[in-house]
C-alpha cells in the first residue's frame, strides 16, 4: 500500500497553487504541503482555502489543513458573568492596529518560554508585510502605556483568521477577543477561524466543525476578497465594551 505523501511546493509555484485540502494527511492531523514561500499573495490564497502556515526553525514551510476545524462564530463568544464583573471594573484600555509588530513578536516571546516557537524570524517578517499591505491586523490590551496582552490575525472578505494571543495579566487574552469579536459581529463577520482546538479556545464558546464545512463558508465569505476597513482609531476603555 502505497503511504501517503505531503507535496512539495517550490517558491516558483504561482501563489494561488495548493494541493487540495481533502488530501491533507490524517496524521498528523491536517498536514498538506511543505515548501513554497511566504509571500503575502501565497498566504493571502491559503487563508482563503482554509491554509495555514506553521512550522520552526530549522523545518520547512509546512502548511496545514485539519479536520475539523475549530471556530468562533462572534455572536457566540463566551464572557462568564465573573469576567463581566472584571471587566467593568477593570482600567486597562484596547486598540486595534496600533503595534501590530510588539503583538506578534509578545505572542513569539510566549512560545519561546514553551520550548520552541512557530513565529519564526520570517513569519513575523512576512506578517507585518501583510500588516503594511491592509491585510493582516492587531488588537492590543494595555495597562497604561503597557502592552499586557493582544491578539493579530487575517482578515479576507467577512472572516477573521486568527494566529496567536497573549496575555500578561489576568484576563487580558480574553479581554482582546472581545475587543475582536465585538467589531467582528458590529460588521457581521461569518466567522473567526480559531485554527486548531485548544481548553482556553472552548472555554470562550469555540467548537469544531467539519473541515469541508468550513471550506464552504469560506467560499462564501471569502468570495469578494476585500479589506476590511472598519476597525476603531481610538483606544476604548474594557469596562465600556460590555453592556451594563
Given at each position: ?19 487540495d ?90 512560545r519561546?518560554s ?28 494595555r495597562?497604561?502605556?503597557r ?47 480559531c ?47 460590555l453592556?451594563?
Amino acid at each position: 500500500m502505497n503511504r501517503p505523501r505531503v507535496e512539495w511546493l517550490s517558491p516558483l509555484d504561482p501563489p494561488e497553487y495548493f494541493p487540495d485540502v481533502e488530501s491533507a494527511l490524517r496524521e498528523p492531523d491536517g498536514l498538506l504541503a511543505a515548501g513554497g514561500d511566504l509571500s503575502s499573495e501565497r498566504l493571502l490564497n491559503a487563508y482563503a482555502s482554509g491554509i495555514f502556515p506553521w512550522y520552526e526553525d530549522g523545518q520547512p514551510i509546512l502548511w496545514w489543513s485539519p479536520d475539523p476545524r475549530c471556530v468562533l462564530r462572534p455572536a457566540e463568544l463566551r464572557i462568564s458573568r465573573r469576567l463581566r464583573q472584571y471587566a467593568r471594573r477593570s482600567t486597562l484600555t484596547c486598540s486595534y492596529n496600533q503595534d501590530f509588530g510588539a503583538v506578534i513578536r509578545a505572542c513569539a516571546g510566549q512560545r519561546k518560554s514553551q520550548q520552541g516557537t512557530w513565529i519564526t524570524s520570517a513569519m513575523i517578517a512576512a506578517y507585518e508585510e501583510l500588516h503594511a499591505g491592509g491585510w493582516a491586523h492587531s488588537v492590543e490590551i494595555r495597562a497604561d502605556s503597557r502592552l499586557v496582552g493582544g491578539i493579530y490575525g487575517v482578515c479576507i472578505g467577512k472572516v477573521f483568521f486568527g494566529e496567536s494571543m497573549f496575555s500578561h495579566c489576568d484576563h487580558a487574552s480574553k479581554f482582546a477577543m472581545l475587543a475582536l469579536c465585538q467589531v467582528l459581529l458590529r460588521n457581521q463577520f461569518a466567522l473567526l477561524d480559531c485554527q486548531v482546538i485548544s481548553p482556553h479556545l472552548l472555554s470562550l464558546g469555540a467548537h469544531q466543525i467539519p473541515r469541508r464545512t468550513f471550506t464552504d463558508i469560506l467560499r462564501a465569505s471569502c468570495a469578494n476578497r476585500s479589506q476590511f476597513r472598519g476597525w476603531p482609531t481610538i483606544s476604548l476603555p474594557i469596562a465600556g465594551l460590555l453592556a451594563k
